[in-house]
């Protein structure tokens, strides 16, 4: 298997040229009129530009033959990214029905860590209600919102393994699949097994570049060792991973945030997710929102690791905040949603308010009313109806 690696230069304005034809080719399928392709697709870059002005990427991250732009976009060349353009353009239509890019899909309850930031600490550990059937059936529901993307969450996933791995053979191929893990199970057989079933990454949880630090973060002796470990066994098989990293005030700093990118590129990992600490699980009642300073410091981080020739070497860093606080909350069914280890759907992970069940005969109209309230936390939660689920 072939080492991922960064990509730039001359590779990279190959490839960013055949991506832009492969846009530009679905927006074509859309509407056969070559004018009216090229002006969608340039609709949809200005759209782009709306939060990151005159920023151009560099590099991209090149894992098991195909390129990933990071987190949250599917690879390229795949159905999946095909299927994410053209959501994007969909969007555009006024008289077109809701579509979702990305499924966030907690599928087990159970998990042996202690993370200090859980948002999923008040179910944890409690019996499953939902059988490996529903959670493949929930999938299958979703495929048809335009869903490109499904994240398995949890708990840890890997403690349901055989029915992850049933999901992923029972689920359509046109759409991406990764799973968040803290690694600690993740052995190179079952990296293998999950590939071969049609995974595309993991997103591995590691919230400190020091080993101490990590461990003390997730509540287990030896955690990092074994997200690192975990690393190596997905790049080995070929599965993409992504470093996954909550930040808090303490880690938020600039000597903290290259220290953990050079980790990283070192462990041979791509991508890095940025997530912000908040007041809810196992945080809860905590005064952790980050502040101003830190704020900025992680927009620094963001903009310099991903468009400056100097970090071409760094991992491809998402930071949802900083979109965010540009163009507003993309949970609450304008992008994706939350389906709880239950089956009932959220805004997002962090907003704790369950509004209707993924198996509800009537999904598709609740998701529209979903998406016209916008998130839960920031807007009164809409008025639904009692669900109806179907027998799966």
């Not at 399928?29 to 002006?39: A, G, K, Q, V």
């Not at 046109?174 to 590939?195: D, M, P, Q």
Request: aromatic share 10%.
């Amino acid at each position: 298997m072939k080492k991922s690696r960064i990509i730039s230069g001359w590779h990279f304005r190959l490839i960013k040229t055949l991506i832009l034809l492969n846009m530009l080719w679905v927006a074509f399928l859309r509407n056969p009129s070559p004018i009216e392709s090229i002006r969608s697709l340039r609709k949809l870059m200005r759209k782009r530009d709306q939060f990151l002005g005159n920023h151009r990427r560099h590099k991209y991250a090149l894992i098991d033959g195909k390129y990933f732009v990071g987190f949250g976009i599917p690879k390229w060349p795949s159905a999946a990214f095909s299927r994410f353009i053209d959501n994007q353009l969909s969007k555009g239509d006024q008289e077109q029905l809701p579509i979702l890019d990305t499924l966030i899909f907690a599928v087990t309850k159970k998990c042996a860590f202690e993370c200090e930031h859980c948002f999923e600490w008040n179910n944890l550990n409690k019996k499953e209600t939902l059988s490996r059937e529903q959670l493949a059936a929930i999938v299958n529901r979703f495929s048809h919102t335009g869903v490109s993307m499904v994240q398995l969450s949890g708990g840890e996933p890997l403690n349901r393994f055989k029915d992850v791995l049933y999901v992923l053979q029972n689920s359509p191929r046109n759409i991406e699949y990764w799973i968040y893990s803290n690694g600690f199970a993740l052995t190179s057989e079952k990296a293998l097994l999950l590939k071969e079933h049609g995974l595309t990454g993991v997103a591995i949880s590691l919230d400190h570049h020091e080993e101490a630090r990590h461990d003390s973060f997730r509540g287990v002796k030896g955690s990092f060792r074994k997200a690192l470990e975990a690393a190596k066994h997905c790049e080995e098989v070929g599965l993409a991973v992504c470093f996954s990293f909550c930040a808090t005030r303490d880690t938020s700093e600039e000597r903290h945030l290259r220290a953990y990118a050079e980790l990283a590129d070192a462990s041979g990992v791509r991508m890095i997710q940025i997530l912000e600490a908040r007041a809810t699980g196992h945080y809860a009642g905590r005064d952790v929102a980050l502040g101003n300073k830190e704020i900025n410091t992680l927009e620094n981080f963001f903009l310099n690791t991903n468009f400056s020739k100097d970090s071409r070497h760094l991992p491809a860093i998402t930071y949802h905040g900083f979109y965010s606080r540009r163009v507003g909350c993309i949970g609450g069914a304008k992008s994706y949603v939350y389906v709880d280890t239950d089956g009932f759907i959220h805004s997002c992970p962090f907003c704790q308010q369950q509004l209707y069940h993924a198996l509800d005969q009537d999904l598709y109209s609740l998701l529209q009313e979903h998406k016209k309230n916008g998130c839960a936390e920031f807007a009164p939660a809409p008025k639904l109806v009692q669900p109806q689920k179907l027998a799966v």
